[in-house]
């Protein structure tokens, strides 16, 4: 499929401030350099308190599937083509979160599923076909061995949680009782331990739409919320300038190809209109000269 291909992360950590011609759309979608997963290894003691139960599978070497496996089991699921303004970056997404996903840390908690459905709506906004959409979602995360509706239903109940929350009773998660501040409190537990908690720009993303959600944007919620989290403010602020940047580069690819789109289809109309009028001239010229006879 021809067509645009990637913005490094590497340069939309850059000033936006460019001049763009349509020969270098391709260059304005993300190649998710930078967007790796970080994972380390992490301790499986659940705390009795948690309010629900999650099944780990922990991967061994000998069940492990290749990244070749996970992008073939997408394609055999997703057969349509995609455009490649999209397509290139799912392909580089799905890359980099299989080399997470099968790290032996691993471990998979509903502010990383809020974060990687924000960025997947975000990215395939304004996607040709809804439809496609979600058929798309649930191939993606099924080449991964997980499930596409617990990502959807935990990204909902989070987002709905969120929503409920102040600045105050977010920051104090701690001192309630509910599904989402249990597995809040998880988190800060397994963070709280050295090697036990795998970060990913999946997180930062997730945490800061918590945070959106509730209203609660301001920086020094988000300092006192990394805190209660035991997180890394210094990694939250990179990755969320990182995911910023994504956005406003998916932006402007999005509109270089909507503008290459109507350009194309205006010289096809000119060139049809221009076949008409050279078909009316003929004809009437053969109908002039056979008048003349």
């Known amino acids: 499929m021809a067509g645009m291909a990637s913005v490094s ?60 496996d996970t992008k073939l089991n997408f394609l055999k699921a997703y057969k349509r083509p995609i455009p490649s303004i999209y397509n290139t970056v799912l392909q580089e997404l799905i890359v980099q979160q299989h080399l997470m996903r ?10 990383f599923a809020l974060g990687f459905v924000t960025v997947y709506d975000q990215l395939m906004e304004g996607y040709p076909s809804d439809e496609d959409r979600g058929t798309i979602f649930k191939a993606y995360i099924e080449a991964l061995n997980e499930e596409p509706d617990q990502y959807r239903a935990d990204a909902r109940k989070v987002e709905e949680w969120a929503r409920a929350q102040t600045a105050s009773t977010l920051v104090d998660f701690a001192s309630r009782e509910g599904e989402i501040e249990g597995s809040l409190k998880d988190i800060a537990e397994r963070a709280g331990i050295k090697g036990s908690f795998s970060y990913s720009r999946f997180f930062a993303v997730g945490l ?52 290459y789109v109507y350009r194309e289809k205006k010289k096809r109309e000119e060139r049809v209109e221009s076949q008409k009028a050279i078909e009316a001239v003929t004809k009437c010229s053969g109908e002039y000269q056979y008048s003349g006879q």
């Open 208 to 259: 800061f739409r918590l945070l959106e959600l509730a209203n609660a944007t301001e920086p020094t919620v988000l300092e006192k919320l990394c805190v209660a989290l035991c997180v890394d403010k210094k990694s939250i602020d990179r990755d969320l300038d990182v995911y910023r940047n994504l956005l406003s580069k998916l932006v402007q690819a999005k509109e270089l190809l909507n503008e």
């Open 9 to 68: 992360f590497m340069s939309i950590t850059q000033s936006s401030d460019r001049n763009f011609s349509i020969p270098s759309a391709r260059n304005h979608i993300c190649n998710f350099d930078a967007f790796k997963f970080r994972s380390t290894k992490i301790s499986l003691n659940f705390p009795a308190s948690s309010p629900r139960t999650v099944v780990h599978c922990m991967s061994t070497a000998t069940d492990v599937p290749t990244v070749t």
């Open 102 to 111: 099968y790290k032996r840390s691993y471990r998979y908690d509903p502010v």
